[in-house]
């Protein structure tokens, strides 16, 4: 009885504090989930002589090579609910990836999302190699700097009523692209730090895992569903039309089940579950608006992501920012990680589409800018693995928060210019 009542007081203080956080943080414009990291840093952090709020609310996050039975039975429930939250939001990514508009994105989108994968993971990968020399964190900060975040770029777009350009269609469609590249970089990943070395032999067998789960999903996407939705559809008006009541399946239900599931199958075939899970969501995007699972889905998402970003400032310990070293690599690869994809997606743009001009370019290469939660998700995998030490785990998680705060105001004034004042953006236009 007492654990469960300070559960459930540990847990309505935390999701209130990242509610405040993320209302603060989106009244300056910016995403929510910057203020709810925040707030994860300030509870982890605030210390008074041997008193802190973590013991206040009874949080204690288990050592490296611990298990969390050995930690806090209430850490192990936020956690659990952390898991859950980054497969649901990794889920509603996924039913906004439409497989057409992802298999007819054009060249341009295509080369912009390729060298915006190549360029950042070569970056990232070599600083680390040059200044810590351990390949399983090289690999895992080249994973996080290839990183985009689709939901934040449409975000950004969405609120400046951009959707119909020709550079928002070339973002959204390379974002889903990177989106997909990413996830096969992060199996590749995860499965050589899994295993302790790089072998070629592996990376080849997770290579063609990760890739055949991508096609099978996308061929059953284009050809299996549509028959599935038909087949079903046919059902209904065969009712309607015989004077019965069409029987109604609980879509959102169907949705979760079949989430969950492949997001285990994913992990048991040695992939990362949001793999799985974001692959999940493509199989529900084509009639996604239809069923409104989009905004079912977002309650659940809500509640369940805030404990995701919270543990993700729970993990960063200030006083490792006080290390000379780590704040020269941080600046290092905030700077990398915005010059790489600026270079790597404008040019790969340009070269896919000769008739984009150099507005157009720089508007795709800072609109694939932002890192947001993707970023730091392959971060919270590595250190949860072992794979990724605290201090550069500290460093992936600024840089994908700051990335994530100085894209939109950059690429708000870019659109403006290029667009007038036809795109200006009023209070009640925000999402």
């Not at 994809?341 to 800018?369: E, P, Q, T, Y």
Request: with cysteine; hydrophobic share 55%; proline share 2%.
């Amino acid at each position: 009885m007492e654990f469960v009542l300070q559960l459930l007081l540990t847990m309505a203080v935390l999701f209130v504090a990242s509610r405040i956080g993320s209302i603060v943080v989106s009244r300056f414009g910016l995403p929510g989930l910057i203020g709810e990291i925040v707030m994860g840093i300030v509870i982890a952090n605030i210390t008074i002589g041997d008193w802190s709020l973590f013991s206040f609310l009874d949080i204690t996050i288990p050592g490296p090579g611990q298990e969390f039975s050995e930690g806090s039975h209430v850490y192990t429930v936020i956690r659990v609910f952390a898991e859950l939250g980054v497969i649901f939001l990794l889920f509603t990514v996924g039913l906004e990836t439409n497989v057409k508009d992802l298999l007819g994105s054009g060249k341009a989108a295509l080369l912009a999302a390729v060298l915006g994968v190549v360029l950042p993971f070569i970056a990232g990968l070599a600083i680390i190699m040059a200044s810590d020399g351990e390949m399983s964190h090289a690999l895992f900060m080249g994973a996080a700097m290839v990183a985009t975040s689709v939901g934040i770029t449409a975000r950004i777009i969405k609120d400046m009523k951009l959707m119909d350009t020709r550079e928002a269609r070339i973002i959204i469609a390379a974002a889903v692209i990177d989106d997909v590249l990413g996830m096969i970089v992060l199996a590749i990943v995860k499965g050589v730090a899994d295993s302790g070395e790089v072998s070629i032999v592996d990376i080849a067998s997770i290579t063609l895992q990760a890739v055949a789960f991508v096609i099978a999903v996308i061929l059953v996407c284009k050809y299996l569903i549509p028959r599935i939705y038909a087949f079903f559809q046919k059902r209904h008006d065969a009712a309607v039309n015989a004077g019965k009541v069409p029987h109604s399946s609980n879509k959102l239900v169907l949705a979760i089940i079949v989430c969950l599931l492949m997001a285990a199958f994913a992990e048991y075939i040695g992939l990362a579950a949001i793999i799985g899970s974001f692959l999940a969501g493509m199989l529900f995007a084509e009639h996604a608006w239809e069923w409104d699972l989009e905004r079912k889905m977002e309650s659940i998402t809500t509640f369940f992501i805030s404990f995701f970003f919270l543990n993700v400032g729970f993990q960063v310990d200030i006083s490792t920012l006080t290390d000379g070293y780590i704040i020269v690599l941080t600046l290092i690869i905030i700077v990398v990680a915005l010059v790489t994809k600026f270079i790597g997606c404008g040019f790969g743009a340009k070269m896919g589409d000769k008739s984009l001009d150099k507005a157009g370019r720089n508007i795709i290469g800072v609109g694939m800018m932002p890192r947001g939660e993707v970023g730091i998700i392959v971060a919270s995998i590595g250190l949860s693995s072992g794979a990724m030490s605290p201090d550069l785990y500290a460093v992936v998680v600024l840089m994908s928060v700051m990335t994530t705060i100085i894209a939109p105001p950059i690429l708000s004034k870019l659109f403006r210019k290029k667009y007038k004042e036809e795109y200006v953006i009023l209070g009640e236009d925000r999402i």
